[in-house]
């Protein structure tokens, strides 16, 4: 099993709880990424970590995301206060750095979000 | 920041016919364009991916062209099979060996019909 890992695949909370999502990258793979689709959308960029710093965080839509990386491994996305229109898949993705980097972005299957 | 546009947003065609879905970007600094495929409940998967070096790639039955000038480019499948059937994304991004973030479009699904 070498491919990126998600978990959970589904969760469903009420408006207003606190939620975690956690993705396992490929090993190897120092960066990882975090997006959100919308039902018949495409991926949304939210949070680059290159390593265990966020590189790029111009994605995430206000302060009640937060993304970690402590160890430059396993992320954990994290969303307080949560709101309807957080419902959605959140995906994640690691690629290869440096010069073995060919651009590939390697997705996991998403943590379906389910907001009631 | 970069914006990607997509059409058609669904495309239904014959086994054996082709498909063609065209994208357009507003970054004309980008200059890494993958397309991905998403099967109905798995993460998008890599397909093939043009450089702004480069016109055309083709990978067996599918192919890309890229028109810089235009900020433009398509995805062609030809002999198109049932298992082409998925939702079809292109992409942009400033950067292959460096960093930069990829900006998906909205998405096209394909339907081959038997």
């Known amino acids: 099993g070498a491919g990126v890992s998600q978990t959970p695949s589904n969760k469903v909370t009420e408006k207003g709880k606190y939620v975690e999502l956690r993705c396992d990258p490929i090993?190897?793979?120092?960066?990882l990424y975090w997006y959100r689709q919308s039902l018949g959308q495409g991926p949304e960029f939210l949070i680059y970590?290159?390593?265990?710093?966020?590189?790029?965080d111009s994605g995430l839509p206000n302060d009640r995301f937060f993304a970690v990386r402590p160890e430059g491994s396993v992320s954990t996305l994290k969303i307080q206060r949560t709101e309807r229109g957080d419902s959605a898949v959140y995906l994640c993705?690691?690629?290869?750095?440096?010069?073995?980097?060919?651009?590939?972005?390697?997705f996991g299957e998403g943590s379906r979000l389910t907001v009631l | 920041g970069e914006n990607v546009e997509q059409h058609p947003s669904t495309l239904s065609v014959q086994e054996g016919d082709s498909a063609v879905i065209k994208c357009t970007y507003s970054d004309s600094a980008s200059n890494y364009f993958p397309w991905y495929k998403q099967e109905l409940g798995k993460g998008p998967q890599l397909i093939i991916d043009?450089?702004?070096?480069?016109g055309e790639k083709k990978d067996q039955r599918i192919a890309v062209t890229l028109n810089k000038t235009a900020k433009h480019f398509s995805l062609h499948i030809t002999e198109t099979q049932p298992e082409d059937s998925a939702v079809y994304f292109c992409?942009?991004?400033?950067?292959?060996?460096?960093?930069?973030?990829?900006?998906f479009g909205p998405g096209t699904s394909l339907s081959v019909i038997p």
């Open positions: 993705a690691s690629s290869r750095s440096g010069a073995s980097n060919t651009g590939e972005l390697f």
């Open positions: 043009i450089r702004s070096n480069v």
């Open positions: 090993s190897g793979h120092t960066a």
């Open positions: 970590f290159q390593g265990t710093g966020a590189a790029d």
């Open positions: 992409a942009a991004s400033k950067g292959r060996t460096s960093y930069d973030k990829v900006i």
